[in-house]
């Protein structure tokens, strides 16, 4: 089977319930901990293009590091989303689950099935 990668926050439960789900069919994934190792620019943007989604869809408007990067004001671009999500991982949407070509966000958790 082609490598299975969960960029993974070990204190999200969707996060643990995805990470869950695939041991459960028997995927070990090369886990991530993307707070500890956020990925780059264009690690991002080659998820976002993986994902099928804009950059501004993967952001987590909830947390106090998007108001901080000044994201609440006027509409940023692709590029300063990233650049913002690289600086600060906590804004992004989690769990990603990437099979080959393909990603999945893991909200909710079964999402991930559609790509194994």
Known sequence: MTEVTILHNPRCSK???????????GIEPVVVDYLKTPPDV??????VRRLGISPHAL????????REAGLDRGTP?????LQAIHEHPILM???????GERAAL??????VLQIL
Request: positive net charge; charged residues 35%.
């Open 15 to 25: 996060s643990r319930q995805t990470l869950q789900l695939l041991r459960d069919r």
């Open 42 to 47: 264009a690690r991002l943007a080659d998820l």
């Open 59 to 66: 952001l987590r408007r909830g947390e106090a590091a998007y």
């Open 77 to 81: 671009s692709d590029e300063q989303v």
């Open 93 to 99: 949407q989690r769990p990603i689950v990437v099979v």
């Open 106 to 111: 893991g909200r909710p958790p079964e999402n």
